[in-house]
C-alpha cells in the first residue's frame, strides 16, 4: 500500500513538473516610445503628427523581435504592456499572435500594470534617460512638462529604476531593456552587468541620433530577448531597503505647491516634495498623484 502511495506521488510529482514545463515561461514586457528604433524627435512620439504612424510602426516591429527571441529562449506565456503616452500606439493587429497586449489609460500602475507575482522575468522596450541626461534622446521622468528629477532613497531614478522597483517588490527581475546607449549605460550602472541591453541607436544630443540600420537592429533585439530569458537567472530582482523615501522635484514652485497639503507629504524646498511609504507600490501611486496634482499647475 505505502509503495503504491509513493507512486502515485511521485507519478504525480513528475506530472506537475512536466506541466510546468510546458507552460513555459511568464514575460512581461513593458514598451516605451522615445528609445525605439529610429525614433529621434518628440513630433514622431506624438499621435496627432504626420510623422507618429512611421514611429508606430516602428514600435510595433521592435516588440515583435523581442517577442520573437523570447518565444526561442521557451516562453509561454507574454504579457506586452503599451506604456507610452496615452497607452494606445501599439495596434493589436500590428503584435504577433503569441502575445497579450494591456493597452490604454489610466492605469493604477501605468507602465507596469498588469505584472504581478507570478511572471519570472520583465523586459524594458524603448526606454529612455532620466531628466537632465546629457547625450540621450528626449530625456525626462514621467513628464517632461512636470518633473525634472525623483529619488528614491536619495538614489535618483529614472523610470526604468522606478520601474524595476516595482518589479522587484513582486519578486521579479528586470532582464533586458533596450534603447539609446546612454540608456543602456544608465540601465546597467543602476541594474547590474547581468542585464542585456540592446542599443538601438547613439545619441548625438536630445534630439539627434546615430541610428542602427532597422534590420540590425530588429535582429540585436530577438538575439537579445532569447539571450535574457536563457540566463535569467544571473540577475535578482532590483530593490533598495524600506521604508522608501521618495523626493520629486518639479519644474516650478508653482507644482511642488499644488500637492504640498496632501498627508504625510512635505515640502524639502521650493520645488521638491517628499514622502516616506513602507511599500513601494503605495509609494509610488503617491508620487504619480503628486505629478497629476503639479499638471494642473
Excluded at 13 to 42: C, N, T, W, Y
Excluded at 107 to 128: E, T
Excluded at 172 to 194: F, K, N, W, Y
Aim: charged residues 20%; neutral net charge; contains cysteine.
Amino acid at each position: 500500500m505505502r509503495k503504491a502511495l509513493a507512486l502515485g506521488l511521485a507519478t504525480f510529482l513528475l506530472a506537475a513538473v512536466a506541466a510546468g514545463q510546458s507552460r513555459g515561461l511568464k514575460v512581461f514586457v513593458s514598451v516605451d516610445m522615445e528609445g525605439i528604433s529610429g525614433v529621434v524627435d518628440v513630433e514622431q512620439t506624438r499621435d496627432e503628427s504626420r510623422d507618429y504612424p512611421a514611429a508606430r510602426r516602428w514600435m510595433s516591429e521592435d516588440v515583435n523581435a523581442v517577442i520573437a527571441g523570447l518565444l526561442q529562449a521557451g516562453a509561454g506565456e507574454i504579457v506586452v504592456n503599451d506604456s507610452h503616452g496615452s497607452m494606445r500606439n501599439l495596434s493589436p493587429d500590428d503584435l504577433r499572435p503569441e502575445a497579450v497586449l494591456i493597452s490604454g489609460s489610466p492605469k493604477q500602475l501605468a507602465m507596469m500594470a498588469g505584472l504581478d507575482g507570478s511572471f519570472d522575468a520583465v523586459v524594458f522596450v524603448g526606454y529612455h534617460a532620466a531628466a537632465g541626461t546629457p547625450a540621450a534622446i528626449l530625456d525626462h521622468t514621467i513628464s517632461s512638462a512636470n518633473v525634472a528629477r525623483i529619488a528614491v532613497n536619495d538614489v535618483e531614478m529614472p523610470e526604468l529604476g522606478l520601474n524595476a522597483l516595482i518589479a522587484g517588490a513582486l519578486g521579479v527581475p528586470v532582464i533586458m531593456l533596450s534603447g539609446d546607449a546612454t540608456t543602456c549605460r544608465q540601465a546597467e550602472a543602476m541594474l547590474g552587468t547581468g542585464l542585456v541591453t540592446v542599443a538601438v541607436k547613439d545619441a548625438l544630443g536630445r534630439s539627434a541620433a546615430r541610428l542602427v540600420p532597422m534590420g540590425e537592429a530588429r535582429t540585436l533585439l530577438e538575439d537579445g530577448a532569447r539571450t535574457a530569458l536563457r540566463q535569467k537567472d544571473r540577475i535578482r530582482p532590483y530593490r533598495l531597503p524600506a521604508p522608501y523615501r521618495f523626493a520629486v522635484t518639479f519644474l516650478t514652485s508653482a507644482k511642488a505647491e499644488a500637492g504640498e497639503s496632501l498627508p504625510g507629504v512635505s515640502r524639502v524646498d521650493g520645488r521638491t516634495l517628499a514622502f516616506t511609504a513602507g511599500d513601494v507600490v503605495e509609494g509610488f501611486k503617491l508620487l504619480r498623484a503628486l505629478i497629476a496634482l503639479a499638471s494642473t499647475r
